[in-house]
Each structure stands twice: as structure tokens, then as C-alpha cells.
């Protein structure tokens, strides 16, 4: 490669158009400097295509790393309590209907069938 990064490449190849485009070259020059320029401009779009590729696996590596994190919090805000029945798989009918917990009288009530006593979390 004949620069070090593609604005350095941009920057050649826009010098080597500006040469071809002042009629003072002689033809074996104009040849020369058209094919210096073509190789620039493959080499420039080697580096972009590079840069791209690049820029894409960063963004899906940290989409991934996102939906891990995400999953992760679901997982933990989602973790069953010791308390609750295991789910039956499907298509099997339930052998007994689930009953509702009692709440004994003396105890705080929030919504229906929440007792704040029964959490398990600990922090």
C-alpha cells in the first residue's frame, strides 16, 4: 500500500485526478499518473471494504454482548421463587386446579395474591 490510512489514500488520489486533469502532462505521463491512480483508488477501496468489515463485527460483538446483558437481566428479574409450582408441560391437563395462598388477617395485603412476606430477594 502506498499510504498509511484511507484519508491519506483519499488525499493522493485526489492530488493524482487533479494532475491528469491539467492538460500540461504528456501522454506518457498521463498514462503513468492514470495508473498510478487506479492503483490508489483499488487500494483505497480495499481499505474502506477493511474498514466496513471492521465496523461491522465490532457492532454485532456488542449486539451481542447487549442481548447477552439484557438476557441476563431478564433471566434474573424472571428466576422462579422456591415457593412456586413448576410449570407441566404442554398439552398435559392439570390434575388439581392451583389454589390461592391464604392471607392471614394480621399481615399487609398489596395486589391480589402478593405477600410482601413471601419475597425471597435477597441484596
Known sequence: MDFK???EGLTLLEATVKE???????LDDAIDKYERGMKLAVQ???CLQDMTRR????RQASMQELQRLESGEQNFN??????????QQMGQAQSQPMQ???MQPDQPQGPQGYDPTDDDIAF
Open 5 to 7: 490510512n484511507l484519508d
Open 20 to 26: 491528469l486533469e491539467d492538460n500540461s502532462l504528456s
Open 44 to 46: 483505497c477501496r480495499s
Open 55 to 58: 465496523v461491522s463485527e465490532v
Open 78 to 87: 424472571a428466576a422462579p421463587q422456591d415457593n412456586q409450582q413448576p410449570q
Open 100 to 102: 390461592q395462598p391464604q
